[in-house]
């Protein structure tokens, strides 16, 4: 299944909110995930991907249902950013048509005196389009083969691109719905929250986007150039020459036609390829003007040169917008959602919990009744009125008693309900989830009983724990060796021990930056606890220095690189 863009824009937004500080009663937000599985049918057949797209449906709901807000036109950042963009594109496209008709109707202007310069035309609607196509479809195919690059030139192009098309345009867009705040509170709230949201774990996605826009846009000026060169062909007698310095005989000028003609010759070469006759027909002399120029040779060029526009300019433009589509596809497709955040959903889906469904039955209370008569006591036995006693046989044998046979227990109606189940809150961890690589303190490790800590990442977290590593905190001295297991498992979660009294300070920060940059495709995990002693390790959640951590960890800014605290579940 294939998250749109949409649907990930407000799955960040609302995983958001729950993360906020204010937000700290995580027993409540993971019943009520687990009751959004529940809810969800056939749960335990569906992937990752379908698992976050129901959540996401009932969390909508639930939202609009807790912010009491009933306004029918208000939208989630996800649904805003969609009709945006939507405008955009058709805003860049008739832009361009606009664009691209007023510049070749404006530039045919032909008043008798002077031929249009078919060197310049060329120039103009063919070589220069057909550049720009050729310049956007290598970024394509380079941003489409190696993904968002972290490194080098094609790292600085990407981040300007960013920079330029998403950063830029976002600011501009906040700056001009702020007025708007006055008159309509509810647009400017809403778009808010989607100029204020962390666009950097999709930025590769929102990558396709702005191509497709730009791509859009020039397609629109190539279909306006078209359209305005025929419209001109079509109301006028156009006349159109030639002039070169370099080039003195049409025998050159006509090698270059036939060479550009090429895509297109084989079709019919009489009528959109002007022959030499004609090209050396349609050359302008200054110093002999254009009296002695032939009408049939100055009107042969306008079927090369719309097929030069359609073949150099609008067919590539079109490859290019369907090649941006089905890049984006392939880009949602491959969205990464074993990210930190993502997981954490995922494992309080998953999370069995304790369930008490009483059911109300309605009834009545009873009546009340007096208490029964005691019984009179039993008549006394006379001495010639006892009962015979016969001694038993294990009596004379003086053996003990054999105990009475146990009864089968009665089986129980199939009529009636049945008990509420009592589920287990203890969370399953599948044998297909992602691995973990775990990093603690050395001298910890030592002390520890490792099999806890397996254990409670495990039922925490939802991660496999594949091996342990022993660091120092040094990154140049702690390298190696993570290199050494990163490469055995391969692709791995990293999970950090951190105890949380010790202060965030920049030695520290930095050394998680140092294990990012490293394996910038790895999420990291920073597991506060509170020390590594055995049975010491919970954090609460009002605690002072968990709060101090994750606000230093957030300031990061860092996707891949998520802070939690040890509970013992």
């Given at each position: 299944?294939?998250l ?8 960040d937004f609302?995983?958001g909110?729950d993360?906020?500080?204010e937000?700290?009663d ?14 969800i ?5 569906l992937d ?11 969390r909508r709901?639930l ?12 939208k989630?950042?996800?649904?805003l950013?969609?009709s ?7 805003g860049?496209?008739?832009c361009?048509l606009?664009?691209?008709?007023l510049?070749?109707?404006?530039f ?13 035309f060329?120039?103009?609607f ?6 720009l ?5 290598l970024?394509g195919l ?7 690059a ?5 790292g ?5 691109s960013?920079?330029?098309?998403i950063?830029?345009?976002?600011g ?8 708007l ?22 930025r590769?996605i ?11 846009g020039a397609?629109?000026f ?19 020459g030639?002039q ?6 049409g025998e ?5 036609v ?6 297109w ?10 022959t030499l006759?004609?090209?050396?027909g349609?050359?302008i ?6 009296a ?7 009107a042969?060029?306008?079927?090369f ?5 359609m073949?150099?300019?609008l067919i590539?433009r079109?490859?290019l917008?369907g090649?941006a589509?089905t ?9 990464d959602?074993?990210?930190p955040g993502?997981q ?7 999370s069995p ?9 309605g009834?009545s209370?009873?009546?009340f ?15 010639d ?13 003086n053996t003990p008693e054999p105990?009475p ?14 008990r ?6 203890e969370p ?6 992602p ?5 603690g303190s050395a001298?910890?490790f ?6 806890q ?23 140049d ?7 050494a297991h990163v490469?055995?498992?391969g692709?791995?979660?990293l ?23 490293t394996?910038?495709d790895?999420?990291?995990w920073i ?8 049975g010491?390790k ?8 968990f709060?101090v951590w994750?606000s230093?960890?957030k300031?990061?800014?860092d ?9 013992s579940?």
């Amino acid at each position: 299944m294939i998250l749109p863009i949409k649907d990930i824009i407000d799955l960040d937004f609302l995983l958001g909110l729950d993360e906020d500080q204010e937000n700290i009663d995580t027993k409540a937000i993971a019943s009520r995930d687990r009751d959004i599985f529940r809810r969800i049918k056939n749960g335990d057949r569906l992937d990752d991907a379908g698992l976050i797209a129901g959540w996401l449906e009932y969390r909508r709901l639930l939202f609009f249902q807790e912010t009491d807000n009933a306004d029918p036109g208000a939208k989630l950042p996800g649904a805003l950013f969609e009709s945006f963009y939507t405008w955009i594109v058709r805003g860049m496209f008739a832009c361009g048509l606009a664009a691209g008709g007023l510049c070749a109707y404006s530039f045919l202007a032909y008043h008798g005196s002077r031929p249009v310069n078919v060197t310049l035309f060329i120039t103009v609607f063919i070589l220069f389009p057909a550049l720009l196509c050729l310049s956007a479809a290598l970024v394509g195919l380079h941003q489409f083969r190696s993904g968002p690059a972290e490194s080098g030139w094609t790292g600085v192009l990407h981040r300007l691109s960013m920079r330029l098309f998403i950063d830029k345009f976002m600011g501009r867009l906040q700056k001009l719905t702020a007025p708007l705040q006055k008159h309509f509170p509810q647009f400017s709230k809403n778009s808010g929250d989607l100029l204020h949201l962390d666009t950097r774990p999709f930025r590769s996605i929102l990558f396709w986007l702005v191509f497709i826009a730009l791509s859009l846009g020039a397609l629109g000026f190539s279909v306006g150039a078209l359209g305005g060169t025929f419209f001109r062909i079509m109301v006028t007698d156009l006349a159109f020459g030639w002039q070169s310095t370099l080039l003195t005989s049409g025998e050159s000028v006509y090698r270059l036609v036939s060479w550009l003609a090429l895509p297109w010759s084989w079709v019919m070469p009489d009528m959109f390829v002007p022959t030499l006759e004609q090209i050396e027909g349609s050359r302008i002399v200054l110093k002999e003007g254009m009296a002695g120029l032939a009408s049939e040779h100055l009107a042969a060029w306008w079927p090369f040169l719309c097929m030069g526009m359609m073949v150099y300019a609008l067919i590539p433009r079109v490859v290019l917008v369907g090649f941006a589509h089905t890049a984006r596809t392939l880009a949602l497709a491959r969205f990464d959602l074993s990210r930190p955040g993502y997981q954490r959903l995922l494992m309080r889906m998953r999370s069995p919990r304790m369930g008490m469904n009483i059911k109300e039955t309605g009834g009545s209370r009873a009546e009340f009744r007096a208490p029964l008569p005691r019984p009179e006591p039993a008549p006394v036995v006379e001495k010639d009125q006892s009962p015979i006693v016969v001694p038993q046989p294990h009596a004379i044998l003086n053996t003990p008693e054999p105990e009475p046979e146990a009864k089968p227990e009665p089986k129980a109606d199939v009529k009636s309900e049945p008990r509420p189940p009592i589920v287990s809150d203890e969370p399953r961890v599948k044998k297909n989830t992602p691995g973990a690589l775990v990093l603690g303190s050395a001298m910890g490790f030592e002390e520890n009983d490792m099999e806890q800590i397996r254990a409670g990442l495990e039922q925490q977290f939802g991660l496999h724990v594949a091996a342990t590593v022993g660091i120092h905190f040094d990154f140049d001295q702690d390298q190696d060796q993570i290199a050494a297991h990163v490469k055995d498992l391969g692709q791995v979660h990293l999970i950090v021990l951190q105890e949380v009294w010790q202060p965030p300070i920049r030695g520290l920060l930095y050394y998680f930056v140092q294990i990012r940059e490293t394996f910038p495709d790895l999420p990291l995990w920073i597991v506060m606890i509170r020390t590594m002693e055995q049975g010491e390790k919970d954090v609460a959640p009002s605690d002072v220095n968990f709060q101090v951590w994750k606000s230093a960890v957030k300031q990061l800014n860092d996707p891949l690189m998520a802070i939690e605290r040890w509970m013992s579940l």
